[in-house]
């Protein structure tokens, strides 16, 4: 069956084009897709101009749209196990991971089923008794929704659900390298009912069918997950015809420790922040910012357990941790720890492909630990998105925060510590969007994500991450209509 979704047909790329899908547990081929080049990124979203422009989607009444999300949250737990299997093939990732990545989505779905039909309009009282003024809110138009590979399925899902229920059109576009969930969802939202063009799906590499994707007058707004040079050549494209952008970008995210947390728990919560799918997490807590009188201790902790965790295939029940998700990715990270080591940083474990044989195909590399960093080193500041951890060590609290805070990017922050008030206020200081406080990493569809400053900008998740896809109209309307007399002659 073709993979690429337009104006309700599945179809083939119109030159032909198709792409190997590769599992990085094994380096080998395992699907075949099709592969869009720039014509068929254009009929997309003609597509979905057509059906806002036309079709019913954009009036239907929002009690419908969001029965529609509520049957895809129904259809994405019938097909758990396949979906989640698929995600593991894919990505690499365990499939526990992967079956909570489908609760996950399955989540913001009914989150936005319930959320897309909360009253959001309201009346201003202009001091004028014949004078009707009203906020009211419609869909913005056409959407370009474009997602990573870490989180495929999750991550399309945070602006799927929102700009549907709140009536626009979509045109989705996966990362070339895991596309599958993404077309079993749009599989999914199509039995779910929704109307021809609603929902369009093009698969292809980004630098291809981006330019269609993004700077296509048809397109209202482009919501964007990926890294940061990606994002801001998108919000330049999208420049020329004032769309609205959301980019959701990359982070270095501090984890901050003092002294005074229970040892084995702290181990335990910086293992989990940074290593978890081998760091390639947005908000992976990759900058380790700890005091330095449990310094020793808590490192010496983390370097012992990162080298008990259990690799493999992300099928097999007792793995921890599957590969990087490509060759080429590898290599990039691989780059990182070639770095570290130039610029001084001690190398107390990993750095290297593991030697199990059965590990040889995939795309390995081993939790890796760089203590005696400081700010100045590039291995602290710039998003390595694998697995590598950084240590720098502080003696004040005020010396915390601002190695916190000394980032460009601002996406996520913990810090763990059993003095309340110290964690509130340490909370308070870091410019990140999401801070934890003794712990790293949960999320709710309820609460919203985004980062502050080259993290990027808008917010997916909760009521302003449906607010994105919403246009606000004042309407004014006057009930005794009078000349204005302002001009007198
Ligand atoms: P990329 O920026 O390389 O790609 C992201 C998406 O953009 C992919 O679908 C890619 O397609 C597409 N793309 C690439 N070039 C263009 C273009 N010119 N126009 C339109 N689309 C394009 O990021 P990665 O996939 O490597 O993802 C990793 C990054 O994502 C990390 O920096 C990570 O921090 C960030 N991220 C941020 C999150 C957040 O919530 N803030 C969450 C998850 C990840 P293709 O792959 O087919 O080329």
Known sequence: MPELFVAGQWRSAAAGGTRDVVNPFDAQVFAVVDEAAAEDAEAAVLAARTAFDDGPWARTPVAERAALLDRVADLLQRDREEIARTETLDTGKTLAESRIDVDDVTAVFRYYAREGVVEVDRTVDVGRPEVHSRVVHHPVGVCTLIAPWNYPLLQISWKVAPALVAGNTVVLKPSEVTPLTTVHLVKLLEEAGAPPGVVNLVLGAGGAVGPALTSHPAVDLVSFTGGLATGRSIA??????VKRVTVELGGKNPNIVFADVDLDVAVDTVLTGVFLHSGQVCSAGTRL?????????LVAGVVERARRIRFGNGLEEG????????????????????????EGARLLTGGRRPDAPDLQRGFFLEPTVFDGCDRSMRIVQEETFGPILTVERFRT?????????????????AVQTLDVDRGER????????????NDFGPYVPEAE?????????GRELGPAGLAEYRETKHVWRTTRPAAPGWFQG
């Not at 490509?326 to 720890?337: D, N, P, W």
Request: proline content about 1%.
């Open 319 to 342: 793995v921890e941790s599957g590969p990087l998700v490509s060759a080429q990715h590898r290599e990039k990270v691989e780059g990182y720890v070639a770095l570290g080591l130039e």
């Open 397 to 413: 609290e005020e010396e915390a925060v601002f190695l916190g805070n000394d980032t460009t990017y601002g996406l996520a922050g």
């Open 289 to 297: 910012i700890v005091e330095e009188s449990i310094a020793d201790d």
């Open 426 to 437: 340490v909370a308070a200081a870091l410019r990140h969007g999401t801070v934890w406080i």
């Open 236 to 241: 330049k494209v999208a420049a020329d015809t």
């Open 449 to 457: 994500w985004g980062g502050q400053r080259m993290s990027g900008n």
